[in-house]
């Protein structure tokens, strides 16, 4: 059976919806805890693909959080070795450090739904299903800028580095198209200080941005992991 590697920082930011298409496809799954388990004895070459999920801290906090070492250490011997990979938000923004770029504070939060504005290689690339200008969740308040040898997919109003393409088996998305309504429901809880701190953000309003837009955005992410997975001979 085929394996799926994931990094979680949080419990609540998981697969959500792209754990089905995973295990449609073939793949066992197995969630590694950053900050609990120890990143430093993965292999980085053992899963099939490795996927680095989000959270809400930043890849610069090595100090107060000593784990990003090993987390970036693992990805730099990994996207040396052509591993496919996959990183949402902060494992966007970990791919990004690990081949060399600076990833930083953004001065600004971005937090709810949006549209995308793909580029030509994101229209014809994975990242297709949003190209009409769906909203896609966004919840990040820093930024990165592109690697060496990266196509940049997508970007926002705020933010011009939203999404990019190192080959056809690495993808770095700085928004959330993996999330569904329900999973949402912990987010409010976990990230309640972050919400509370943003003007004009309140639970209400994103509870119901999320009933609104996120049903199509679930089927839209899966989309968009069935065809990167394709287009990487997954």
Known sequence: MKTVLAIRHVAFEDLGSFAPVLANRGYAIQYHEA???DLATLDPQAADLLIVLGGPIGVYEEQAYP???????????????GGPTLGICLGAQMIAQALGAKVYPGGHKEIGWKPLILTEAGRAGPLAAFADGAPALHWHGDTFDLPEGAALLASTDLYSHQAFAWGDQVLALQFHIETTAPGLERWFIGHACEIAGTPGLDVPLLRAETAHYAPGAEARGQQCLNAWLDQAGL
């Open 35 to 37: 900050g609990w388990d």
């Open 67 to 81: 784990f990003i070492r090993d987390e970036l250490q693992l990805l730099r011997k990994r996207l040396k070795a």
